[in-house]
């Protein structure tokens, strides 16, 4: 049976996701330590979530751009800017 039109790859969705959280960190300044350190987390949980590896239930995205001191509409200008990238492109930081 082939796939519905509106189907989603979570997958993909959480490296969007991800790449998305790591340009607005890249933004604002701060290393993947000294937002652990804001999010009360370990580093390597930012980078877990940075990278696509762990998927995050949406209050984590909220704790995320609250120590990011981002809004939601700066997450969905990201996502966009993601969702025209090709999936295998690695994550640059974006001066």
């Known amino acids: 049976m082939p796939k519905a039109a509106y189907a ?7 490296l969007h996701l991800g790449r998305a959280l790591a340009a607005l960190r890249a933004h604002s300044g701060l290393t993947q330590e000294q937002l652990a350190g804001r999010l009360g987390v370990d580093p390597t949980y930012v980078s877990q979530v940075e990278r696509g590896r762990r998927g995050v239930r949406w209050y984590t995205v909220v704790r995320f751009l609250t120590a ?28």
């Open 8 to 14: 989603v790859d979570a997958a993909q969705t959480q």
């Open 68 to 95: 990011l001191e981002a809004t939601q509409h700066q997450l969905a200008d990201e996502l966009e800017t993601e969702d025209r990238k090709p999936t295998d492109e690695p994550l640059r930081r974006r001066d």
